[in-house]
């Protein structure tokens, strides 16, 4: 090879080729651009996007406050669970109380046992009386009572956002 003959590249114009040469420094250079643009759409993607920035951040959930139905529909001295909405309905003769079904010490679900007349852990072993107070187990503070109103239409209406004492119950 003579001193003026050229070494010839893959990316030369007099070929009609691409309009630079692809080296390691071209090629990381474009690689490192195609990144840095990929990142910007995502996150332009997903600000804008379905579900993005424009979209409202609600929660779907139920309402705190529903109604569980009339008093005559609850047996007397009674314990009746509605899963779905973690409470326990409490008749004891005209009273009734709202307790929550959430154990206090690991967040189980508490079950009523008919044998013993009260409220058992399944998981950890907490006990609680018929009125939600602990007795014995790990638990450290009582089960959450509810409010519970009667309705103009004569139904029971709970509301879980509102917290009452232990002794609060509604007299029907």
């Not at 804008?48 to 409202?56: A, E, I, S, T």
């Not at 959930?61 to 569980?68: H, I, Q, R, Y």
Request: hydrophobic residues 40%; proline residues 6%; aromatic residues 14%.
């Amino acid at each position: 090879m003579g001193p003026k003959e050229k070494k010839e590249s893959c990316g030369s114009e007099k070929e009609g080729g691409i309009w630079f040469t692809i080296s390691r420094r071209n090629f990381l250079t474009l690689a490192g651009w195609a990144l840095f643009f990929a990142a910007i759409g995502a996150y332009l993607g997903e600000l804008f996007g379905y579900k993005g920035f424009f979209y409202p951040k609600v929660l779907f959930e139920p309402s705190p406050k529903f109604a569980v139905g009339e008093p005559k529909d609850f047996l007397p001295d009674s314990v009746t669970t509605l899963k779905s909405r973690k409470i326990f309905v409490v008749r004891d003769g005209d009273s009734f109380k709202a307790i929550s079904v959430v154990c206090q010490h690991l967040g189980c679900a508490v079950e009523f046992s008919k044998e013993k007349n009260i409220f058992e852990c399944p998981c950890h072993g907490s006990k609680y009386y018929r009125n939600g107070v602990n007795f014995a187990g790990p638990a450290p503070r009582p089960l959450d009572h509810f409010q519970m109103v009667l309705d103009d239409n004569g139904r029971l209406v709970i509301d879980t956002s509102v917290k009452v004492p232990l002794e609060t119950e509604l007299i029907v």
